[in-house]
């Protein structure tokens, strides 16, 4: 989350509250979550993410940014799910240059003493430029904010999402989860049935981009449905 404050704040122009910033880790993560992916086409990945919204009404106005940070969902021909080890990755998307990617090591001797270094040689850089007003620097090195930002609410985020149900197995139950999706109007990708045992099923969604607002009160609607035990997960998705 760090990171992705300060990432956000270069690329879009303000500071950020790194406070504000939803945060899940992969603590919760598990192994038949990563299984199921990987069937249906995906790895996952710990992502920290941040998109401009809608921009605002009033030049006055603060620019809101969703970002978020959890373990996400990355189709295997994304340029992220080859991304393994002491590498890092930073995606960019913009108009009209489409993905770049910067990927390299960010653990070890060389890295981090290069990281360093660059560090010196900024806070340097803005010392200079604070005493002799005649020299101006890429605003990328004087660490400047152009315009104010702020974190978005967390139910205005807009994603794709992976939703791993366990229920009865039972005729009709998946049609039930599909009404709740539709009464929210959410777009389901795919809903996939895997291993039945003792009963049980296990259900995977995926969605197309929604809101989580709307996951949210969809989520609430299908835990009351006697079908279901419980919503075992939830993560994002590419």
């Known amino acids: 989350a760090d990171k992705i404050a300060i990432l956000s ?20 993560l598990q192994a038949i979550d990563v299984n199921y992916a990987r069937k249906l086409g995906y790895g996952i990945k710990l992502l920290a993410i941040s998109q401009k919204d809608k921009n605002p009404s009033n030049n006055g ?8 940070v ?10 992220l799910a080859g991304v393994n080890g002491v590498n890092n990755a930073i995606l960019v ?23 360093v270094v660059a560090d010196i040689l900024n806070i340097a850089g803005i010392q200079s430029m604070s005493e002799d007003k005649k020299f101006n620097l890429d605003p990328l090195l004087s660490a ?21 149900l366990i229920a009865k197995d039972t005729p009709g139950v998946i049609g039930q989860i599909g009404t709740i999706f539709g009464q929210k109007k959410i777009s389901i990708e795919s809903i996939v049935q895997f291993d039945s045992s003792n009963d049980e099923a296990e259900i995977v969604v995926i969605t197309h981009k929604i809101k989580q607002g709307q996951l949210n009160e969809a989520l609430i609607g299908i835990k009351e449905l006697p079908q279901v035990k419980k919503i075992a997960a939830t993560m994002g998705c590419l």
């Open 144 to 164: 400047k904010s152009w315009r104010s930002c702020h974190v978005a609410e967390e139910r205005e985020i807009s994603k794709k999402n992976y939703i791993r």
């Open 9 to 28: 704040g270069l690329a879009f122009g303000g500071s950020i509250n790194r406070a504000l910033i939803p945060t899940t880790g992969i603590n919760q």
């Open 93 to 115: 998307e913009g108009n009209p240059i489409g993905q770049v990617m910067f990927f390299g090591p960010g653990a070890g001797a060389g890295p981090t003493a290069s990281a």
């Open 61 to 68: 106005e603060s620019q809101p940014l969703s970002i978020w």
């Open 70 to 79: 959890e373990p996400t969902l990355v189709p295997e021909n994304n340029p």
